[in-house]
């Protein structure tokens, strides 16, 4: 089955200042590729998705890339801001039923 | 547009207590649902998902179990809840897209 991988577990950074998130996948297979933002005590979010057949999609200052030959995808936010501060969950699926989970991100913005 | 809801948001049970934790979804048809579990600072794990009435898939096997009495209704019980069980509970679906979107979430406490 698919396996998910996210790095770092934590990440700090001042505001202002740009924050990247990876994650890889094992199964080629996959191709729908969603990343949540799961604030304190709230249900996780969908903020930006992207699926197989692109290698880039951006939504303000949000974007996410995908490299299918190296089976990994990023989430980059720039201009953070301290309200952009939560936990972020990567994920991957080949249907509907096997969305797989990355362990997720702490970041914390720095006013 | 489609809303889903969860309840109770907060629970706290005694060891041996039976649970029920309900999920509604609003605004669609036939959609397939899932409950995951997110221990503290942990990922999600997904437990069980539904593509109809009276189909439940187990991806763990555990002291919960989960029906769909119709096509909007996700329930999560137990007979017998223990302390392992305490956590985060989050009901899910996707429509035609393959869109995951989560509900608000149930914070069980076990004690």
């Known amino acids: 089955g698919e396996n998910v991988e996210q790095h770092p577990s934590t990440l700090s950074v001042q505001e202002g200042d740009s924050a990247v998130i990876k994650c890889t996948y094992s199964d080629s297979a996959s191709n729908y590729f969603p990343w949540y933002k799961q604030e304190l005590g709230k249900g996780p979010q969908l903020i930006i998705d992207i699926r197989s057949n692109v290698g880039e999609k951006k939504d303000q200052r949000i974007a996410v890339t995908l490299n299918k030959t190296a089976k990994h995808f990023s989430l980059h936010i720039t201009e953070t801001q301290p309200e952009d501060s939560a936990v972020y969950f990567c994920?991957?699926?080949?249907?509907?039923?096997?969305?797989?989970f990355g362990a997720g991100t702490r970041l914390t913005v720095k006013p | 547009s489609q809303t889903i809801h969860q309840w109770p948001a907060t629970l706290v049970q005694p060891v041996g207590s039976p649970l029920s934790l309900e999920c509604t979804v609003e605004?669609?048809?036939?959609?397939?649902l899932y409950w995951y579990r997110q221990a503290a600072g942990r990922g999600l794990q997904l437990l069980f998902y539904s593509v109809g009435i009276g189909q439940i898939s187990s991806e763990v096997p555990q002291n919960l179990s989960a029906s769909r009495p119709q096509d909007r209704q996700f329930i999560l019980s137990s007979k017998k809840l223990l302390l392992s069980d305490s956590g985060f509970y989050l009901c899910?679906?996707?429509?035609?897209?393959?869109?995951?979107?989560f509900g608000e979430g149930s914070r069980l406490t076990v004690l």
């Open positions: 899910a679906w996707t429509g035609d897209t393959g869109e995951l979107f």
């Open positions: 605004g669609t048809s036939n959609p397939n």
């Open positions: 994920a991957a699926s080949y249907n509907n039923n096997d969305m797989r």
